[in-house]
């Protein structure tokens, strides 16, 4: 085979794994609009219902649409409401949906591909509805108790969801609202696993007060978080196996624009690099700005201006806004342009179009944002787009909770064996589940931090129950051994 003909082969390839199907094929946002991604093209078509802010959709994996919600009804593939689709619990309902920015998100149940939770910020909760596509004859149904409370406390306008670094369970993240004058630096992460959702909470970054009003987004690799509010932008490493923030950069308000002002949008590009951020103000144009990860200079230092919303006043406020950011399957970010106040009747090529950055893994205008030149079918934007985590993300190879370990038995050939260690954080038990080809001689041990071995069992079956009732809470290491041999090596945390 000539170069050439390599070079044709792998460009084809690299195009169809670009475009492959997933279940962010189909946006569903403001006013009843549903974004279909199919290999080239962009289809716009009718939803049943609208979506001022908070908005999330899902497909199957191979890109066809399940169900979609705006955190108040759920509609089916067919746009119908999904049956006890109705009255799911969201705060700040208004004509358009809800106000809050990423008040509904879909996150998969792990290993069943027919089971889907839909979180909700409600007044002073997170609750949870289930929904089952097995159920209705393939279109779903929400069952048991739906609006189901799962944290008591007020919240600000920012969730998201990441893969485990297990590549099974999730985590989902929301900040904790600071009460009345008071702030709050306290995250809630939430593990959501096969059979069981646990709760724990972390105080880190700077002291965050106001309405919170803004997007909180993670990088495609998980690896990183980047919050946007009217308090400033701060960045967190994050760590997928355990959750652990680590704040790396602030920049107040006031370092970026008036602090009478918001910072709403916020999206990574595909490679991590580059964030960009929109900006939400009742005094000046609203802008896009990007900042860079990889470049010569300071975090900080790297602010470039790509966009200067420049249109006329209404009632001595800017006319439009830039609204949510969102990166699609294509690894291109859309960005929605709303009417500055709410509700209105206001279609104009502004908010008839999304605007779209075609390469937002390069630095500065370079990244060629066309704005205006995605046709949403007579259709518009409101101020949201569909809150999506990363479908598409896998396992954390060569991590502490990478579920596939090389195993050697009598120095015979080394194996690979899959093994998965949930829920963790724990409670009053643990189960592993295991596929070794011998379990003769394999135990599990837990040691704590002060190097104590506080408990060993042996290993006996495929899925072992193992109780940790008699654990303190804190941090451990689990480790299974054959005959002596280390064989896996994780952490595991006991909360109580």
């Not at 593990?191 to 909470?201: G, M, S, V």
């Not at 680590?246 to 008036?258: A, E, G, H, Q, R």
């Not at 699609?328 to 779209?356: Q, R, W």
Request: hydrophobic content about 40%; overall charge negative; charged content about 15%.
């Amino acid at each position: 085979m000539n170069s050439k003909m390599l070079i044709i082969i792998l460009f084809i390839f690299h195009v169809l794994n670009l475009f492959a199907q997933s279940k962010s094929d189909n946006w569903y946002f403001g006013d009843s609009v549903l974004l279909k991604f199919n290999e080239f093209t962009l289809e716009a078509i009718p939803a049943a219902g609208i979506a001022h802010e908070a908005s999330a959709s899902i497909s199957d994996n191979s890109g066809n649409l399940l169900f979609y919600t705006n955190g108040v009804s759920v509609w089916n593939r067919l746009n119908a409401m999904m049956s006890n689709g109705d009255s799911l619990d969201i705060d700040q309902i208004v004509e358009y949906g809800s106000s809050i920015t990423q008040g509904v998100i879909i996150v998969p149940f792990p290993e069943n591909d027919n089971q889907y939770y839909i979180f909700t910020i409600a007044d002073s909760n997170l609750k949870y509805s289930i929904v089952d596509m097995s159920l209705d004859g393939g279109l779903g149904d929400i069952i048991d108790n739906k609006n189901m409370p799962i944290i008591f406390d007020k919240l600000t306008q920012q969730m998201n969801a990441v893969l485990h670094g297990n590549g099974l369970d999730w985590w989902l993240i929301i900040h904790k609202k600071g009460i009345d004058e008071d702030s709050s630096n306290v995250f809630y992460k939430l593990l959501i696993t096969t059979d069981t959702i646990f709760i724990n909470t972390q105080l880190v970054g700077k002291l965050r007060s106001g309405n919170n009003v803004g997007e909180m987004t993670f990088t495609q690799a998980g690896n990183r978080l980047a919050l946007a509010d009217n308090n400033g932008l701060e960045i967190f490493s994050f760590d997928r196996c355990t959750a652990q923030l680590v704040s790396l950069f602030y920049l107040p308000i006031s370092n970026i624009i008036d602090s009478d002002d918001y910072l709403y949008g916020c999206e990574f590009s595909q490679d991590g690099n580059k964030l960009y951020i929109s900006t939400l103000s009742l005094n000046e144009f609203s802008k896009l700005y990007q900042y860079c990860f990889n470049c010569n200079d300071p975090f900080p230092e790297t602010q470039k201006l790509i966009y200067d919303l420049v249109v006329d006043n209404y009632l001595f406020l800017p006319k439009y806004t830039l609204g949510q950011l969102q990166i699609g399957p294509d690894n291109k970010i859309y960005i929605a342009t709303s009417h500055f106040l709410m509700p209105t009747d206001d279609f104009s090529e502004y908010t008839m179009n999304l605007s779209v950055i075609n390469n937002p893994n390069i630095e500065g205008l370079a990244c060629n944002l066309d704005t205006n030149n995605i046709y949403l079918g007579g259709r518009r934007t409101l101020y949201g787009l569909p809150n999506l985590p990363n479908y598409n993300l896998g396992a954390l190879a060569g991590s502490d909770c990478d579920t596939i370990i090389e195993v050697a038995i009598d120095n015979i050939e080394i194996q690979k064996v899959a093994v998965n260690i949930y829920p963790n954080p724990a409670n009053n038990f643990i189960i592993i589940d295991s596929h070794f080809t011998e379990y003769s001689g394999i135990s599990l041990e837990i040691i704590n931090m002060n190097g104590i071995k506080v408990k060993e069992i042996y290993i006996t079956s495929p899925s072992q129950k193992i109780n940790t009732d008699k654990l303190s809470s804190g941090l451990y290491n689990l480790i299974i051994k054959q005959q002596g041999n280390n064989l896996f090596n994780t952490k595991l945390t006991i909360l109580h």
